[in-house]
């Protein structure tokens, strides 16, 4: 166990230079360093914003009910059934249909094999319920049909969410879902938080209608403010194209007029649909719409069939940029609302890496010292082992690019403690070992090997603490076990390699001494 081959001692100092490079590139700045690589500062030690953010699901509820009315209707027509007075009041649908047919609409609304009203045979239900009274009937979704809905928004919100965050440019972001219907927002050293607060306000639905005087649209009307918050216009409800179409958007200066826009790229499908618009509609105001309200009207030259176009508005490169950027991360499912805001300062970040190393380094300390007093040379080799665990510790954070907390910090101090409790384990049983053999190697050789087992069960057990807490958890507590489940393994090659490298060159040099622990 205290033998040692070349290769052995050659990998174990490569392992220790190449981590030792890694941890000091934090602190130093290394025009070689190749990784590039080094430690980013959580929210709580640098500063940031925490946004706690609630996705309003009615709209998605009620456009839910608005398309499948519609689906209803053609059913309906398609099987000639009569059936009339379509609405929906307080998220319901609401018809009534002919005697006649009144038993034909029950049966296959019943029926698990029907196309209007999937059935899920895992929870037993219908994603719409539905209750018939005489010739009237109400439809709505039931409450595994609004779960799978708001679950659906969510999910859709997250990615959303997470593409506009990592558009800003925004270092190790946390989004995280929070119940069914919100998203927590963790955005460490953020230098501007009321821009990240606009864009992610922004559902950023684009749509493009015709801009339409006739009362008889065949589509209806509606009126719509312009973004100044001054002019009206009229559009028709028809939708030409939506912001599914787009593929890319950037902002630049229009050589021309000498203002900035924000040029769009769409696809196949789109670019078909625009062609065909703009041909037929030459000469008509096509009104550029984002959240409701008109952002331009431009009237339509020609036609515009290349799969491309630009927005111009009263726009700077800042809004620009911000509209590009909305644009390609695509619109959220649902209106969001900041329920909770909070702002950590980077002074408070400072203290509170000063407390947090204050307690490394004064913990540190009392155990450097009990070592020393407790086992005296061997308590210098283990306390330069346990140095050299820490900067492995923060050479793997730096080779992953991992994210530095408080409660990562913790992690860190307990990983101190466990390093020399391992240590702690091996030199008592080697002191057992040498009551009971005379040759000091082979005692030391012994303690190794019979004190493995109980550090090894010791180590494995917290670190399947650590995997469940990583996977389990969130924020804080994610990097709380990332820390302590590195300094497991970097515990063990410090303890089982470096401790125990240094101790077998000891023990070689000094075997004839009476007593060397």
Request: no cysteine; glycine share 6%.
């Given at each position: 166990m205290l033998y040692f081959s070349k290769i052995k001692i050659i990998t174990v100092i490569i392992i220790s230079l190449f981590f030792s490079y890694l941890s000091l590139s934090n602190v130093f700045k290394f025009d070689d360093n190749f990784l590039k690589n080094k430690i980013n500062l959580g929210l709580d030690l640098q500063g940031g914003?925490?946004?706690?953010?609630?996705?309003?699901?009615?709209?998605?509820?009620?456009?839910?009910?608005?398309?499948?009315?519609?689906?209803?209707?053609?059913?309906?027509?398609?099987?000639?059934?009569?059936?009339?007075?379509?609405?929906?009041?307080?998220?319901?649908?609401?018809?009534?249909?002919?005697?006649?047919?009144?038993?034909?609409?029950?049966?296959?609304?019943?029926?698990?094999?029907?196309?209007?009203?999937?059935?899920y045979e895992k929870f037993k239900t219908h994603q719409y319920i539905f209750e018939n009274v005489d010739n009237s009937f109400t439809f709505y979704l039931s409450d595994y049909g609004i779960?799978?809905?708001?679950?659906?928004?969510?999910?859709?919100?997250?990615?959303?969410?997470?593409?506009?965050?990592?558009?800003?440019?925004?270092?190790?972001?946390?989004?995280?879902?929070?119940?069914?219907?919100?998203?927590?927002?963790?955005?460490?050293?953020?230098?501007d938080p009321a821009r990240i607060k606009s864009l992610l306000g922004k559902t950023a639905n684009l749509t493009f209608q015709f801009v339409s005087s006739n009362e008889n649209d065949a589509f209806g009307t509606e009126v719509l403010n312009f973004d100044n918050g001054v002019d009206q216009a009229t559009v028709s409800k028809r939708i030409i194209l939506n912001g599914d179409n787009l593929i890319d958007a950037k902002p630049r200066m229009d050589t021309q007029s000498n203002e900035t826009i924000v040029s769009f790229t769409l696809d196949r499908v789109g670019a078909k649909k625009f062609g065909r618009a703009t041909t037929e509609n030459v000469g008509k105001q096509l009104a550029i719409i984002l959240d409701g309200k008109i952002i331009s009207a431009p009237s339509i030259r020609e036609p515009i069939v290349g799969g491309s176009g630009q927005?111009?508005?009263?726009?700077?490169?800042?809004?620009?940029?911000?509209?590009?950027?909305?644009?390609?991360?695509?619109?959220?499912?649902?209106?969001?609302?900041?329920?909770?805001?909070?702002?950590?300062?980077?002074?408070?970040?400072?203290?509170?890496?000063?407390?947090?190393?204050?307690?490394?380094?004064?913990?540190?300390?009392?155990?450097?010292?009990?070592?020393?007093?407790?086992?005296?040379?061997?308590?210098?080799?283990?306390?330069?082992?346990?140095?050299?665990?820490?900067?492995?510790?923060?050479?793997?954070?730096?080779?992953?690019?991992?994210?530095?907390?408080?409660?990562?910090?913790?992690?860190?101090?307990l990983t101190v403690g466990m390093a020399v409790d391992a240590n702690v384990l091996i030199f008592e049983r080697i002191k057992e070992e040498i009551k009971k053999e005379n040759n000091q190697i082979i005692a030391f050789d012994s303690g190794y090997v019979k004190s493995r087992t109980a550090i090894l069960d010791a180590n494995i057990t917290t670190l399947i603490a650590a995997v469940i807490l990583f996977f389990m958890g969130s924020g804080p507590v994610k990097g709380f076990s990332v820390t302590l489940g590195v300094g497991i393994i970097t515990t063990l090659f410090s303890v089982y390699f470096i401790a125990r490298l240094l101790s077998s060159i000891y023990v070689k040099k000094n075997k004839e001494k009476v007593s060397l622990i």
């Open positions: 914003s925490y946004l706690l953010l609630e996705i309003d699901n009615q709209p998605i509820i009620s456009q839910t009910l608005q398309n499948k009315l519609i689906e209803l209707k053609k059913f309906f027509k398609d099987k000639s059934l009569n059936v009339r007075n379509f609405s929906i009041e307080d998220n319901k649908i609401l018809f009534q249909s002919d005697f006649s047919s009144n038993e034909l609409i029950v049966n296959f609304l019943q029926d698990k094999e029907n196309d209007i009203n999937p059935y779960v799978l809905l708001n679950t659906s928004s969510l999910d859709q919100a997250v990615e959303i969410v997470r593409r506009r965050v990592d558009e800003t440019g925004t270092n190790e972001p946390n989004i995280l879902k929070r119940g069914n219907n919100r998203i927590l927002v963790e955005l460490p050293g953020l230098d927005i111009s508005g009263n726009f700077n490169f800042q809004s620009a940029t911000d509209l590009a950027l909305l644009l390609r991360s695509g619109a959220l499912p649902a209106p969001m609302n900041i329920i909770e805001e909070r702002t950590v300062g980077p002074d408070l970040g400072k203290d509170s890496i000063k407390a947090g190393f204050m307690s490394l380094i004064v913990g540190f300390s009392f155990v450097v010292l009990f070592m020393i007093y407790k086992y005296r040379i061997f308590g210098l080799i283990a306390n330069f082992a346990l140095i050299t665990n820490l900067i492995l510790l923060i050479g793997v954070l730096t080779l992953f690019g991992a994210t530095l907390t408080l409660p990562g910090i913790a992690g860190i101090i």
